[in-house]
């Protein structure tokens, strides 16, 4: 199994919803991702865990909260968004070295009404 | 910090012309890794390539070519007799160090239009 799987796909979301997003790799990768792609922009990295554990926080807002439950396994609940938060959410995930590589999912496009 | 430069906002070309994506990078890294991804307009980022600090062998697959010089810093990516599926944004992208973890910094990035 060589893929990131991200759901759900898309995504509305009202401003005072709560939801989460859901990211899971079998590769034995030990580093995963969140990146936030607005429109006809790069993807701009939010979040890094390395072995379970939080290593960036890029001062992302606390109405984003990552958790990372097992080395399978990426989360990112969302809170109190505002429209602005829409976008492409990207998860991606490496060895714990670059000479690897990065596999990234095919992303959750969030719209935030 | 690492910066990564690719200068060409949007590229328009007539199918099976040539064209050069070109990638500008900045590191105070003596090891580092240089990447392309490939974002079709399905959002997914498509690896195409990886290159280290080390390698400055150049390579082919198929009708892709990297051109890598460290002495300019420069990526640069070349698609041979573009094809109308080569349409897609690219971006060229950058592994840096930091606190312990990799991250992954991207240019700006390049949106290709190839035009039957």
């Known amino acids: 199994d060589t893929e990131v799987t991200q759901t759900p796909k898309h995504l509305v979301m009202g401003m005072t919803n709560k939801k989460s997003l859901k990211c899971e790799q079998h590769?034995?990768?030990?580093?995963m991702y969140w990146y936030k792609q607005k429109a006809k922009k790069p993807p701009e990295l939010m979040f890094v865990?390395?072995?379970?554990?939080?290593?960036i926080n890029e001062s992302v807002p606390s109405r984003f909260s990552p958790e990372c439950p097992n080395s399978s396994l990426l989360n990112l609940h969302l809170h109190a968004l505002q429209p602005e938060d829409s976008a492409l959410y990207l998860c991606?995930?490496?060895?714990?070295?670059?000479?690897?590589?990065?596999?990234f999912g095919s992303g959750t496009r969030l719209t935030v009404v | 910090a690492q910066k990564v430069t690719q200068a060409q906002t949007e590229i328009s070309v007539v199918e099976k012309e040539d064209v050069t994506l070109d990638c500008v990078y900045e590191?105070?890294?003596?090891?580092?890794?240089l990447f392309w991804y490939k974002q079709p307009p399905s959002g997914e980022l498509v690896f195409l390539i990886r290159?280290?600090?080390?390698?400055?062998q150049n390579e082919i697959s198929g009708r892709y070519s990297w051109n890598f010089q460290k002495s300019t810093s420069s990526f640069n990516f070349t698609i041979t007799a573009s094809q109308v599926v080569d349409s897609a944004v690219y971006f060229c992208?950058?592994?840096?160090?930091?606190?312990?973890?990799?991250?992954?910094?991207f240019g700006q990035g390049t949106r290709l239009t190839i035009n039957p």
């Open positions: 991606a995930s490496s060895q714990d070295l670059p000479r690897y590589g990065y596999t």
């Open positions: 590769m034995g990768h030990r580093a």
């Open positions: 865990y390395s072995y379970e554990k939080l290593s």
């Open positions: 590191t105070r890294d003596t090891t580092y890794y």
């Open positions: 290159r280290n600090s080390f390698d400055e």
């Open positions: 992208a950058l592994s840096e160090a930091q606190r312990g973890a990799q991250k992954l910094v």
